[in-house]
């Protein structure tokens, strides 16, 4: 029996229906596929313009129209006009509408832009998803009477269909991609280089600032009080940045002895000094290329903020004893917990080195400040500490918790980290309890006593704090919030000094 040749006509219409389907398999962007539906339908029928409209409840006419062709600039203001009679008649019904001759059809009397445009045959079905209607899909010519068929209308109203279901997926798609993208976002704005980690408004600023820095070379000052986490953004800004292959070299300038602190920045050469028996490489140097971190600037003596500004401004250091000029491509970055301002004002900080240092500021917000970070950081230090000291420490009860999310953290998340550390170790079970904590807030007794004068007060409570952290003056200076200097300082002047 011989095979019945396919009409051309449905045979085409297979193929345009094939077109669409890979269409929908291939083409995710949204923008990219109405544009290709919209050319394979006027391709197809031979349609003189076309366009696309989707439901829109937030727009005033309901929908947007979302891609058009060769509607003019003459048209462009009057595209609307000329379908809308048309294509709300189609989204309000759900049915599409075929029209043979324009001109002459009743339904469309009123509508002069039809007139005006000499449009003689229109055809509109609508896009549909399952049973709802999600736009419209418009073809008309100036050409011919009669241009659109019922086969025309028939091949359509599916072809409108898959349209619908492909533009629908596409958008989905679209949409989740953003979505997803906005997590990773959100994600890596709350871990952004291993433990800076927040959720506040605060935090998550500070983190976009971070990442708007990253790749320049500007200064950047970062100021908080100890414990903030200055050293961890600025090996963000260091490692998430273009040097991130170069060194990054941190120098604690109140933690190195005045008198060493220049040989150790700038380096020296043999016989510079008593015990110089070789040339020395300075940490600037070793920083070339890459990031040089100066914590506690403002313990940076006199004599090294001129020599710190030549760095800056020449881009060039020279080693003790040393004639020679060497050129260094460092980035500068600096952290403090004093107000730098009132430091300049006493005359204890140039105030042309601060300028040059704080380009750009980056203010850390204490941690009693974004408390909506402690349960997370809270987490986050207790799975590191049960890793690191293999114990199987999973949950943090309600109490504990709340307590806390009272407490004062003068230590900032320093201080929450030594906490949750200690809690881990002491705890007996898999999860930490009030009694873990070992949280022993001041109490009204400690704060206010007869007669205690203010400078007594900062005694007890710097005697007290050494107590409770063995003597140990690195541990007390970050747990009370100042440089190791200011510390030595404080216990020379009340005869402790006996390290």
Same mark, same amino acid.
């Given at each position: 029996?011989?095979?019945?040749?396919?009409?051309?006509?449905?045979?085409?219409?297979?193929? %345009?229906?094939?077109?669409?389907?890979?269409?929908?398999?291939?083409?995710?962007?949204?923008?990219? +596929?109405?544009?290709?539906? $919209?050319?394979?339908?006027?391709?197809? +029928?031979?349609?003189?313009?076309?366009?696309?409209?989707?439901?829109?409840?937030?727009?005033?006419?309901?929908?947007?129209?979302?891609?058009?062709?060769?509607?003019?600039?003459?048209?462009?203001?009057?595209?609307?006009?000329?379908?809308?009679?048309?294509?709300?008649?189609?989204?309000?019904?759900?049915?599409?509408?075929?029209?043979?001759?324009?001109?002459?059809?009743?339904?469309?009397?009123?509508?002069?832009?039809?007139?005006?445009?000499?449009?003689?045959?229109?055809?509109?079905?609508?896009?549909?998803?399952?049973?709802?209607?999600?736009?419209?899909?418009?073809?008309?010519?100036?050409? %011919?009477?009669?241009?659109?068929?019922?086969?025309? $209308?028939?091949?359509?109203?599916?072809?409108?269909? &898959?349209?619908? /279901?492909? =533009?629908?997926?596409?958008?989905?798609?679209?949409?989740?991609?953003?979505?997803?993208?906005?997590?990773?976002?959100?994600?890596?704005? %709350?871990?952004?280089? @291993?433990?800076? =980690?927040?959720?506040?408004?605060?935090?998550?600023?500070?983190?976009?600032?971070? *990442?708007?820095?990253?790749?320049?070379?500007?200064?950047?000052? #970062?100021?908080? !009080?100890?414990?903030?986490?200055?050293?961890? /953004?600025?090996?963000? /800004?260091?490692?998430?940045?273009?040097?991130?292959?170069?060194?990054? *070299?941190?120098?604690?300038?109140?933690?190195?002895? !005045?008198?060493?602190?220049?040989?150790?920045?700038?380096?020296?050469?043999? @016989?510079?000094?008593?015990?110089?028996?070789?040339?020395?490489?300075?940490?600037?140097?070793?920083?070339?290329?890459?990031?040089?971190?100066?914590? !506690?600037?403002?313990?940076?003596?006199?004599? +090294?903020?001129?020599?710190? &500004?030549?760095? #800056?401004?020449?881009?060039? /250091?020279?080693?003790?004893?040393?004639?020679?000029?060497?050129?260094?491509?460092?980035?500068?970055?600096?952290?403090?917990?004093?107000? &730098?301002?009132?430091?300049?004002?006493?005359?204890?900080?140039?105030?042309? &080195?601060?300028?040059?240092?704080?380009? #750009?500021? #980056?203010?850390?917000?204490p941690l009693r400040e974004r408390k909506e970070d402690i349960p997370l950081l809270a987490?986050?230090?207790?799975?590191?500490?049960?890793?690191?000291?293999?114990?199987?420490?999973?949950n943090i009860t309600a109490e504990a918790m709340e307590k806390l999310l009272k407490h004062?953290?003068?230590?900032?998340?320093?201080?929450?980290?030594?906490?949750?550390?200690?809690?881990?170790?002491?705890?007996?079970?898999?999860?930490?309890?009030?009694?873990? $904590?070992?949280?022993?807030?001041?109490?009204?007794?400690?704060?206010?006593?007869?007669?205690?004068?203010?400078?007594?007060?900062?005694?007890?409570?710097?005697?007290?704090?050494?107590?409770? *952290?063995?003597?140990?003056?690195?541990?007390?200076? !970050?747990?009370? @919030?100042?440089? +190791?200097?200011?510390?030595?300082?404080? $216990?020379?002047?009340?005869?402790?000094?006996?390290?």
């Amino acid at each position: 029996m011989k095979k019945t040749e396919e009409h051309p006509a449905v045979q085409d219409s297979f193929d %345009a229906l094939y077109n669409i389907t890979q269409s929908i398999n291939s083409i995710l962007d949204p923008e990219e +596929l109405l544009d290709k539906v $919209l050319e394979i339908a006027m391709e197809h +029928l031979d349609a003189e313009r076309g366009l696309i409209l989707l439901n829109n409840i937030e727009s005033e006419l309901g929908f947007d129209v979302v891609t058009a062709k060769n509607f003019t600039d003459t048209h462009s203001s009057s595209k609307l006009a000329a379908s809308s009679s048309v294509v709300k008649k189609v989204l309000s019904s759900g049915e599409p509408v075929l029209t043979f001759d324009a001109l002459s059809d009743e339904r469309f009397e009123a509508s002069r832009s039809i007139v005006a445009q000499k449009i003689l045959s229109i055809i509109c079905v609508p896009l549909r998803q399952m049973e709802r209607t999600t736009g419209a899909l418009y073809l008309d010519t100036t050409k %011919a009477r009669g241009k659109f068929t019922q086969e025309t $209308l028939k091949f359509l109203a599916i072809f409108g269909h &898959l349209a619908g /279901i492909a =533009i629908d997926n596409a958008r989905r798609y679209d949409s989740l991609r953003k979505e997803n993208e906005r997590l990773k976002n959100e994600v890596g704005s %709350a871990t952004l280089h @291993g433990e800076l =980690i927040g959720r506040s408004k605060t935090w998550k600023a500070t983190l976009d600032l971070v *990442m708007r820095v990253v790749d320049t070379d500007a200064s950047v000052l #970062i100021t908080g !009080e100890s414990g903030t986490g200055k050293e961890l /953004i600025a090996r963000a /800004i260091h490692f998430s940045g273009r040097r991130k292959d170069k060194p990054f *070299m941190a120098v604690n300038c109140s933690a190195i002895p !005045e008198q060493l602190l220049e040989s150790e920045l700038f380096g020296y050469k043999k @016989g510079a000094f008593t015990g110089a028996s070789a040339d020395k490489i300075g940490l600037i140097e070793y920083a070339n290329g890459g990031t040089l971190f100066l914590d !506690e600037v403002g313990d940076l003596p006199a004599s +090294l903020q001129a020599k710190l &500004l030549r760095v #800056i401004q020449e881009r060039e /250091i020279r080693r003790v004893g040393d004639v020679q000029d060497r050129k260094v491509d460092v980035r500068i970055v600096t952290a403090t917990n004093r107000d &730098l301002d009132v430091e300049i004002k006493e005359g204890k900080f140039r105030d042309d &080195l601060y300028f040059r240092l704080n380009v #750009i500021s #980056i203010p850390l917000a204490p941690l009693r400040e974004r408390k909506e970070d402690i349960p997370l950081l809270a987490r986050y230090f207790m799975e590191k500490a049960s890793t690191a000291h293999k114990r199987l420490v999973k949950n943090i009860t309600a109490e504990a918790m709340e307590k806390l999310l009272k407490h004062p953290w003068h230590g900032n998340a320093r201080e929450l980290q030594n906490v949750m550390e200690r809690a881990v170790v002491l705890s007996r079970g898999e999860e930490i309890t009030e009694e873990d $904590l070992h949280l022993q807030l001041l109490t009204e007794e400690d704060l206010v006593q007869s007669g205690l004068t203010l400078e007594e007060f900062e005694r007890k409570l710097v005697e007290k704090t050494l107590v409770e *952290m063995n003597d140990n003056r690195t541990k007390t200076a !970050e747990k009370l @919030g100042v440089s +190791l200097r200011w510390l030595q300082y404080r $216990l020379k002047e009340w005869h402790r000094d006996t390290k």
